[in-house]
C-alpha cells in the first residue's frame, strides 16, 4: 500500500510561473539596481510589471511533478527550458506565481560547474562535492563509488584542465548524482558522453527512478528522451504547448516545428489546410479501416491521398492473418517540387508501443525528383509476423533538404489494423514457431 | 518533512521579516562553513600550483615595496619622520596590517565575478565566495607576519607584551574588510567598473593613511586621517605591537562600532540581492 501512496504525492509545483529577461545589459544593470536599491528599504520590486526592454521568457506556467517520475522537457532554443530548471534549483526567483519543491534538489545544468582547471579530478570532487551540500565525511564514503562511476582512471589524479569533454563530463554527472538528491535536474550534458557513458548514465538514472528519485531532462534528442521518460512537456514560446506521452512528444513536437502552430490547434489547422482545397484529394477517410484520431502534420507540399492493405490475393482487407504476407500501398501527391522525397511507415500497438518501422532511405532507395501534380504510389511488401491484436499503421512522405528530413506529410497512427491468428500463442509478434517432439527410446 | 518543503515567489527574501532574514542568513552561514573551507583550499592550491616562486610571493611584495620607500626616504624625496623604532619594523608591521585591507578587498571584491558559471547553474550561498576570499587574505597576512616577526628579530626589538592582544584587536578590520567587500562584490556584478576603482582606491588610501610615514606632513592630509576609519583600525593594531598602546582609544572604539554596522548591512543588503546577482553576472 506504502508504494501506490509514494507514487502519487506531488513533489514539485509550478503554479502561473512567469519570468521576465532582458535584451539590453545596461537596461539589466540598471534595473537590478533600482530594484536592490527598493529591497534595502524593505520595499519589493514590482517584478509582475513588464518594463520597456523586458519580455517574458517563461508566460504563466504550471505543472506538477509526482515523485519518482522522470520527466523530458522538449522545445526550440529560448523556449524556457533552462529557465524553468535555474527556477528549480532555486538559482533565480520567478517574477509571478509561485513553486513548491520538496526535497534536496541536485542539478545538473552545466556540468563541471566549477570544476577549477588546475585540480585535480580527485580535489575537484571535494569542492564539487561541497558545492552539492556534502560534508567531507560523506565525500569520503562515496569517493570510490564516484570515481568508480566516472572510469577515467589515471586522469582522476591530473588537472581537470588535461580532461577531454568526455572525462569531464563523466567525473561532473559522477558527482552530482552521487550528492543522492531527491531531484535531479539534466539539462543537455549527456550528449558529450560517449554511447556507453549514456547508456551507463541512464542504467543509474533508472537506479534513482527506482529508488523513488525524480528526475527532470531537458534535451534536444528526442529518441533518448522518448526511452528514457514517461511524461514529456512540450514547450513554445515561454509557454506549454502540451504535454505528451513519450511516444507521441516526437511527431507533436515536429508538428509544432514544422508549423509553428500549438499541437492544441492540430485539428484547426487541418481543416484551414482542408479548406484550401490542397487537402481535397484525400480519399483516406472513406476507407473502413481510417482512424479518425490520427495526429497528422507536415507542410503538405506532399500529401498520402490513399491507401490500400491487400492480401497474397490482390483483394483488398482490414483483417490481417497472422504471418500472412501483405502489401501496404499508398498514394501520394506532390503539390510542389521536390527534389528528394523519402517515403516511410511505422506500425505501433494501441499503447504506443514501436513494433516495426522502415523507408525507403533506410533501403537505400533513391527517389526521382517529383514535380508539381505527379502522384506516386509506394508499395511496401512485408511479411505480417504479429500476433492477433489491434495495431495502428502510421506512414509519411517526407523531404530531405540540406541534410535535414522535412515533414511534408505524416499521418500518426492513420489506419487500424486488426490481425487474427490461428493459434493461441502470446505477445505481439509470431516467429511461427514449430514444435517437435522426438520420443527418445530408452534401451 | 514540513520543513523539506521550499516555496520560491518573487522578491522572497524581502518578504520575509527583517529579524528572520538575519537568522536566515547566520544559520546558512553556519552551514557553509564546510564550503567556504573548500574554496579556499581550492583557490590556494590553485594559485600557486603553476607558479615556481609559489607562496614566497606573498612576502616578496611588502619586502619590494619598503625596499623602495627606504630608499626614496635616503635619497630625500618624501620624508618618513621621526620614528621610535628602526623604520623597517615600522612600516613593514603596518603594511603587513594594511594589507590584509587591501588585498581582501580587492579578493572579495572580484570574488564573485570570477567565481565563473557555477554562480549561474548551481544554488549555493554566493557569501561562501566572498568569505573564502578573505581567508585567502588572511592566510597571506599570517605568511607575512613571519616576515615581521624576523624584522624584528633582526633589528633587536622585542614586541610589547600586550602584543598577545592583537589578535582581538585586528577583528575590527577584518569586519569591516568584509564588509565593504560584501557589498562591492555585488555592485562589481552589476558594474566591472568596481574593480578598477577598488585597485585605484586602494592605492589611494595607502598614502592618506599613517602607515609608511608617522604623522600627515601636509594639513590636508591629517584632516582626511581625523575622518578615515582605516587609520584608527590599521594603526591601533600596530601601535599595541610596537608600543604596547591603543594611540587614540576613542577613534579606534568608534571605528569598530561603524565597522560592524557595515558589515551587517553590506551583508544584509549582498543576502537580499543574490538572487538578482545571478541575474546580471
Not at chain 1, 158 to 182: C, N, Q, T, W
Not at chain 1, 379 to 401: C, D, P, R, T
Not at chain 2, 242 to 258: C, F, S
Request: hydrophobic share 45%; aromatic share 12%; glycine share 6%.
Amino acid at each position: 500500500m506504502e508504494a501506490t501512496s509514494t507514487t502519487t504525492e506531488t513533489i514539485i509545483s509550478f503554479k502561473g510561473v512567469s519570468k521576465k529577461f532582458r535584451k539590453s545589459l545596461k537596461q539589466s544593470m540598471l534595473y537590478v539596481f533600482q530594484d536592490i536599491t527598493k529591497n534595502i528599504f524593505g520595499i519589493p520590486a514590482r517584478t509582475e510589471i513588464l518594463k520597456p526592454g523586458e519580455f517574458w521568457a517563461l508566460d504563466n506556467v504550471s505543472f506538477e511533478v509526482k515523485k519518482g517520475e522522470t520527466l523530458g522537457i522538449i522545445g526550440p532554443n529560448g523556449a524556457g527550458k533552462t529557465t524553468i530548471l535555474k527556477l528549480l534549483a532555486n538559482i533565480i526567483l520567478p517574477d509571478k506565481g509561485s513553486i513548491e519543491i520538496e526535497g534536496k534538489v541536485g542539478s545538473l545544468i552545466e556540468i563541471g560547474a566549477g570544476f577549477h582547471p588546475m585540480l585535480t579530478g580527485r580535489e575537484n570532487i571535494y569542492v564539487n562535492g561541497a558545492i552539492f551540500g556534502m560534508s567531507k565525511k560523506e565525500i569520503d564514503k562515496r569517493m570510490e563509488d564516484i570515481i568508480e562511476f566516472a572510469d577515467i582512471g589515471d586522469f582522476i589524479d591530473s588537472p581537470v584542465k588535461y580532461y577531454s569533454s568526455g572525462m569531464y563530463v563523466r567525473l561532473g554527472f559522477s558527482i552530482a548524482v552521487h550528492s543522492e538528491p531527491d531531484i535531479l535536474l539534466i539539462d543537455e550534458v549527456l550528449a558529450v558522453g560517449d554511447l556507453p557513458f549514456q547508456n551507463k548514465c541512464f542504467n543509474k538514472i533508472k537506479q534513482l527512478k527506482n529508488a523513488s528519485k525524480t528526475i527532470i531532462i531537458v534535451s534536444h534528442n528526442l529518441h533518448l528522451m522518448e526511452r528514457n521518460t514517461e511524461r514529456i512537456i512540450i514547450m513554445g514560446k515561454g509557454t506549454i504547448d502540451s504535454v505528451e506521452k513519450p511516444v507521441d512528444a516526437i511527431d507533436k513536437y515536429l508538428f509544432y516545428l514544422s508549423t509553428h502552430e500549438s499541437v492544441k490547434h492540430q485539428t484547426e489547422y487541418l481543416k484551414e489546410k482542408q479548406e484550401l482545397s490542397s487537402f481535397s484529394d484525400d480519399v483516406c477517410k472513406n476507407k473502413k479501416n481510417y482512424n479518425n484520431n490520427e495526429f497528422r502534420y507536415g507542410n503538405g507540399k506532399a500529401q498520402i491521398i490513399d491507401f490500400m492493405i491487400l492480401n497474397n490475393q490482390g483483394k483488398e482487407v482490414t483483417t490481417i492473418l497472422s504471418n500472412e504476407t501483405i502489401i501496404f500501398r499508398m498514394k501520394v501527391k506532390f503539390y510542389q517540387q521536390i527534389e528528394k522525397p523519402v517515403f516511410g511507415m511505422e506500425i505501433r500497438t494501441s499503447d504506443g508501443f514501436r513494433i516495426y518501422g522502415t523507408s525507403s532511405y533506410y533501403h537505400g532507395i533513391e527517389i526521382k525528383p517529383q514535380m508539381e501534380n505527379d502522384i506516386v504510389s509506394v508499395e511496401f511488401k512485408m511479411n505480417f509476423s504479429l500476433q492477433n491484436g489491434n495495431y495502428f499503421l502510421y506512414a509519411g512522405v517526407s523531404e530531405f533538404l540540406n541534410d535535414e528530413v522535412i515533414p511534408l506529410d505524416r499521418r500518426v497512427d492513420f489506419i487500424y489494423i486488426t490481425v487474427t491468428s490461428k493459434n493461441n500463442d502470446t505477445g505481439i509478434v509470431n516467429l511461427n514457431t514449430q514444435i517437435e517432439i522426438y520420443y527418445e527410446a530408452l534401451n | 518533512m514540513e520543513d523539506n518543503i521550499k516555496i520560491s515567489i518573487p522578491e522572497f527574501p524581502v518578504k520575509q521579516g527583517f529579524f528572520k532574514l538575519f537568522r536566515e542568513m547566520f544559520s546558512e552561514l553556519k552551514k557553509s562553513r564546510e564550503l567556504i573551507f573548500r574554496f579556499f583550499i581550492r583557490d590556494f592550491r590553485a594559485r600557486y600550483k603553476q607558479s615556481l616562486l609559489g607562496i614566497a610571493w606573498i612576502i616578496i611584495m611588502p619586502v619590494s615595496f619598503i625596499g623602495v620607500f627606504i630608499l626614496m626616504n635616503k635619497s630625500g624625496i618624501i620624508n618618513i619622520g621621526e620614528i621610535d623604532v628602526p623604520y623597517p619594523v615600522f612600516a613593514l608591521t603596518g603594511l603587513t596590517i594594511w594589507q590584509l585591507f587591501a588585498t581582501g578587498l580587492i579578493g572579495t571584491t572580484n570574488s564573485i565575478i570570477s567565481a565563473g558559471s557555477i554562480v549561474i547553474k548551481i544554488n549555493f550561498p554566493k557569501e561562501t565566495l566572498v568569505f573564502s576570499s578573505l581567508a585567502q587574505a588572511f592566510f597571506d597576512f599570517l605568511i607575512r607576519m613571519f616576515l615581521v616577526a624576523l624584522v624584528f628579530i633582526f633589528y633587536k626589538v622585542s614586541p610589547s607584551w600586550q602584543a598577545l592582544f592583537f589578535p582581538i584587536f585586528f577583528i575590527p578590520l577584518i569586519i569591516l574588510t568584509l564588509g565593504i567587500g560584501l557589498l562591492l562584490s555585488l555592485l562589481n556584478c552589476i558594474s566591472r567598473d568596481i574593480t578598477n576603482v577598488v585597485g585605484l582606491v586602494t592605492t589611494f588610501l595607502l598614502f592618506l593613511t599613517p602607515i609608511l610615514y608617522q604623522k600627515p606632513a601636509v594639513k590636508l592630509f591629517e584632516n582626511i586621517s581625523r575622518y578615515n576609519i582605516l587609520v584608527p583600525l590599521v594603526t591601533g593594531p600596530r601601535d599595541l605591537i610596537l608600543y604596547g598602546r591603543i594611540t587614540n582609544p576613542a577613534a579606534y572604539i568608534g571605528a569598530t562600532v561603524i565597522s560592524l554596522l557595515v558589515f551587517l548591512f553590506s551583508w544584509r543588503i549582498f543576502h537580499l540581492a543574490e538572487y538578482k546577482m545571478t541575474e546580471v553576472i
